[in-house]
C-alpha cells in the first residue's frame, strides 16, 4: 500500500464529493433555500447555537428546518427538534464528517421548496469537515472562548476555507481569560478580513447581530442566483 | 469509485499501522520507556495538562519527554518545552490525526532507554486518532467540562478505547453548570468501569491523582513486560 494509492483515492472521493455537492448547490437555487453548514471542534456549542438560531426564526414565521451529523445517537435532532422546526439527525457510525451524498440522501422527506433555511449541523472535527463541499451556501466556523485562542493557526483550512468565524460561549470569555485580540488575530492571519462574530447561545448575547447577517447574506446571495444562476461560493 | 474500495484502502493503511506500532511498542519495552498517548478534542486542554505533568516530573527527577502532533505551528512543543523536558512537534500538514510511522521518525534524537515516560499529545480530533496505534502502554481521552456531557455517547471509539478518561478544565464546572453524573454514566455506558479522574492544569487540582495513577500503571505495565514479555494493552 503505497503512499500515492491513498492519496489518489482520497483526490477520487473529494472529486465525486464536488460533483455531488455541485448538483445539491443548484437543486438549492432553484427551490430558494439558503443552506447554511456549521463546522467546529466536538463541545464549541454547535447545536445550542443552532436550536436558539432556528427557535427566533421559527417564532418570526421563517420556515426553517435542520439536519444533524452524529458518529452515534440522535440526541442532537431531539435537542434541535424542541425549536418547533423540522429536524433530522444522520449518523455516520465512524465516518468523522458529512458528504453531499448523505445530505441528498436525507432531503427525501422534505419539500425544498417550502423552506427559507436549511442549517447543517457538521460531525463535530475541526479537520475532515473542510474538504467536503455540501452545496452549502454559507460556511460558519465556530470556535469556542474555552478552545484556545491559536486555533485557526493550528487548523487553518478549517477557517480559511469558511466564511464567517463565530465565537461561541462569550458568557465565558472570562472565567477562561479569554484572549479576544490573539483570537481575532488568529483568525485574520489565515482568512484576512474575514467577518467574526461572537454570541453566548445561553444568555442570547449577539443572536441579533447573527441573524441580521444570515438575512443580509440571504438576499445577496438570491440577488447573485437570480442574476446569474450561480451562488457566491461558487463566483472566483 | 466504490465505498468498497475505499474500505480496501483504509484496511490497508491501518494494517500497516498495526505493524509499525507493534514493532515501536517493542522497542519501547525493551528501553523500558512507559508511553502515554493523549487524545481529545482540540480545545480540551491537552497541552496545558501535560505541560503540568511534565513540569512535575521534571521536578521530581523523572526522566519524560514529549512529542506533540498539531496540523500546523511549533505553538504547543514550545508551550511543553517550558516544563524543562524535551519536546518535539510533529506536524501532519493536514491529516486529522498521529500514525505509528511519524512517531518512529521522530525518535531519533532521543536514547529511549534515558527515558522513564515518553508522552504523546495527538492532534485534536475525537475521531480518527482513536484508530491509529502509536504503540502505547497507556491511552488517556481527554473530555473538558465544557464540552457536553454526552459526547463519549457521540463518539464512543474514542472513549472505548482509551484506557483512561481524564475530565479537565474542572475549576470551570460550575459557570459551565457541569452535570457530572450524566457525563460519569456517558463514560461508563461505552467503557463499563474504565478509571476516570479529574483535573485542573490551572489550579492543580487532581493532578497528584493523576501522578498516582500513572506511577501504579508504570509498575503495573514494568512488572507484565518482565514477566511475560508483552505489554497489558497487548493483552487479550
Redesign the interface.
Known sequence: ?TTT??VE?RV??LK?NDELARALRRRFEEAGVFVVNLVS????GKTAFLERTLSTLVVSGTRVAALVG????D?DAQRLARSGAPARQINTH?R?HLEAEMIGAFLDEWDLNELDYLFIEN??????PASYDLGEALRVALL?V???E??P?????MFNSADVAMIT?ID?AE??EFDRDAAYAAIDSVRPGMSILEVSAKRGAGMDEWLVLLRERRESWQRVVAGAGRSPRMAP
Chains 1, 2 share one sequence.
Not at 471542534?41 to 464549541?44: E, V
Open positions: 500500500m494509492r491513498i483515492v477520487g472521493v465525486k471542534s466536538p463541545g464549541t452524529d458518529l452515534e445517537t440526541n465512524g468523522c460531525v463535530g472535527n475541526l479537520v475532515c469556542s474555552t478552545e484556545g491559536d486555533k493557526l493550528k487548523y487553518p483550512t460561549k465565558l472565567a477562561c
